[in-house]
C-alpha cells in the first residue's frame, strides 16, 4: 500500500435479481478461480432455497444475517515496551461488512455435507436466527474485546 496517498475504493456495481451491492460483494468472495457465473448461481439458489424454507424475503433474511455476523469491535495487538497488548477498538465500516461476509463464507465452506448452495442457506438462516458458526466468531472477537478492556488507553 503507498504511504503517500490512499488508493481509491472501487466501485461495486449492484447485483441482477435483487440490485444490492452487499450481495454482489457476498458473490464476489464466494467466487473461485474466476467463475463468477458459479458463485452466482450458487448464492441465488440458496436464496430461493431460504425463501422456500422462511416464506420470507430471501433479501431480508440475507441483510438480517449478515448484520448479526458483523462485529463492532476487535481487537488489534499493540507493541509498548517490549510488551505486546490486544488492544480494543472500533471496527471501520467497510472492515465490518468485509469480516463479516469472510466469516459467513468460512463457516459455510466447513459445514459438512450436502450442495454449497444448501450449506450457504442452512448458515444465512442460522446466522438470521442469531445462531452458527459466524454468530459464534463475532460473539468471540466481542468476548476477547471485552476481557481486554483494561488495555483499551493504548488505543492510537
Known amino acids: 500500500m ?3 496517498y490512499r488508493p481509491e475504493k472501487r ?9 444490492s451491492v452487499t450481495l454482489q460483494m457476498f458473490i464476489n ?17 440458496a436464496l430461493d432455497i431460504v ?20 462485529p463492532q469491535i476487535e481487537v ?13 477498538m472500533e471496527v471501520a465500516s467497510h472492515r465490518r461488512t ?21 450449506k450457504l442457506a442452512a448458515e444465512l438462516m442460522d446466522a438470521a436466527n442469531g445462531q452458527g458458526a459466524a454468530v ?9 474485546a471485552d476481557a481486554n478492556r483494561a488495555f483499551a488507553h493504548y488505543r492510537f
Open 11 to 19: 466501485r461495486i456495481a449492484p447485483d441482477l435479481k435483487y440490485n
Open 2 to 4: 503507498p504511504r503517500r
Open 51 to 70: 425463501e422456500e424454507r422462511t416464506k420470507s424475503s430471501p433479501i431480508e433474511v440475507f441483510n438480517k444475517a449478515l448484520q448479526n455476523v458483523t
Open 98 to 118: 468485509s469480516l463479516a461476509i469472510r466469516w459467513m463464507l468460512m463457516s459455510t465452506r466447513s459445514r459438512g455435507g450436502r450442495s454449497m448452495a444448501e
Open 136 to 144: 459464534k466468531r463475532k460473539d468471540d472477537t466481542h468476548r476477547m
Open 29 to 45: 468472495r464466494l467466487m473461485i478461480g474466476g467463475k463468477k457465473s458459479t458463485a452466482r448461481r450458487i448464492v441465488y439458489d
Open 76 to 88: 488489534k495487538p499493540r507493541r509498548v515496551g517490549g510488551a505486546t497488548y490486544q488492544v480494543p
